[in-house]
């Protein structure tokens, strides 16, 4: 089977058209039909070997809506025709502790969509079938794709700390993963506080259901909220004053982390103990989650604000999120 995609050669290089082969397909395998799929900043971050971990050529796209034409005689779950979507994950080990015990995406042999193989910015990708997300059937399309990466990023966190609808909440950094964030938490039941440095979005994050957009470069707007927040959503990859975030934090409080800052993180160890604080991180989440959350988007009507490009346009794209400019999920049609 030939699969045409978009490629980059080499770090920081253009994508250009680009052909392969797909060998057989595994018994356990499916290959979709790529409807759609969103630009996610992993995939800048892999063109541009940001995280070491790059072979060229990259075909990077994981976060992937389509439909399945061909499924392996021992293929669960999902069948042709299906629609589905595939995000960071392609494949787990089905077997060691973490997938026994349904967290797939803690799994330590999981195969990535665009690490060492190639992802959806092509007509055609191939996965395991525990990783194609069956979609419910009322889903809109052309929006679900960054629900499969940044949506399930900011929203796992969610289930995992137990944030509660009576919370107030903050989410740092309003970009394609922070707005979900917002979206979700809001019709979670949560206070939702975000933080922006970026004054030009305002009306927009309070169109998506924030109750107030606290400049983070304002130290005093900081202060303003000290000691009251339950849970922060950090989803932006830079160094930030991570004590003063600390100090917005009620007793208990916890800060997580689904940005993947490069450097360490300054977390004083006094800015924990006093008020029984912490700090974690979290990557995507498990194949049911995925599903759970799909439902509950379909329920609430939630989706991320997208921006649509054709699929043959993918630098136009790739630049306009490079440049910040993003309102606020840039998704590539076929
Ligand atoms: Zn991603
Ligand atoms: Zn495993």
Redesign the pocket.
């Known amino acids: 089977m030939k699969i045409n995609a978009y490629a980059a050669l080499e770090p920081n290089g253009k994508l250009e058209p680009y052909s392969y082969e797909l060998g057989e397909l595994g018994s356990e395998q499916v290959d979709i039909k790529v409807s759609y799929c969103g630009v996610?900043?992993?995939?800048l971050s892999m063109i541009n070997n940001d995280w070491g971990m790059t072979q060229y050529p990259i075909v990077p796209g994981?976060?992937i809506v389509g439909e399945i034409v061909a499924a392996g005689e021992a293929v669960k779950n999902v069948k042709i025709g299906d629609k589905v979507g595939l995000?960071?994950f392609s494949a787990s080990c089905m077997s060691c502790q973490e997938c026994m015990g349904g967290e797939h995406h803690l799994c330590a042999s999981n195969e990535s969509t665009i690490v060492g193989r190639h992802g959806g910015f092509a007509d055609y990708v191939r996965g395991h079938w525990s990783w194609a997300i069956p979609l419910p059937q009322a889903i809109d399309l052309s929006k679900a794709g960054p629900l499969l990466?940044?949506g399930i990023?900011v929203f796992n966190p969610i289930i995992l700390s137990g944030v509660k609808p009576t919370d107030k909440v903050g989410v740092i950094g309003i970009g394609g993963l922070g707005h979900m964030a917002v979206k979700f938490l809001k019709h979670w039941g949560c206070e939702v506080i975000a933080f922006s440095s970026n004054p030009n979005k305002k009306d927009e994050i309070l169109g998506m259901g924030a109750t107030k957009v606290i400049n983070s470069r304002e130290p005093e707007e900081l202060e303003s909220i000290a000691g009251s927040l339950n849970f922060i959503l950090n989803t932006t990859n830079v160094s930030l004053d991570w004590d003063s975030y600390l100090t917005t934090l009620a007793p208990k409080g916890k800060l997580h982390t689904v940005g993947a800052v490069l450097e360490p993180m300054a977390i004083p160890a006094f800015s924990l103990i006093g008020g029984e604080k912490s700090v974690g991180g979290s990557p995507l989440g498990s194949p049911a989650l995925n599903k759970t959350m799909l439902e509950f988007c379909v329920r609430h009507n939630i989706y991320p604000t997208v921006e649509e490009f054709p699929m043959e346009n993918i630098n136009e794209a790739l630049e306009h999120l490079e440049e910040g400019k993003a309102r606020f999920r840039i998704v590539l049609k076929n």
Do not use: A, I, L, Q
Request: hydrophobic residues 10%; glycine residues 18%.
């Open positions: 996610c900043h992993s995939d994981h976060e995000g960071w990466c940044g990023t």
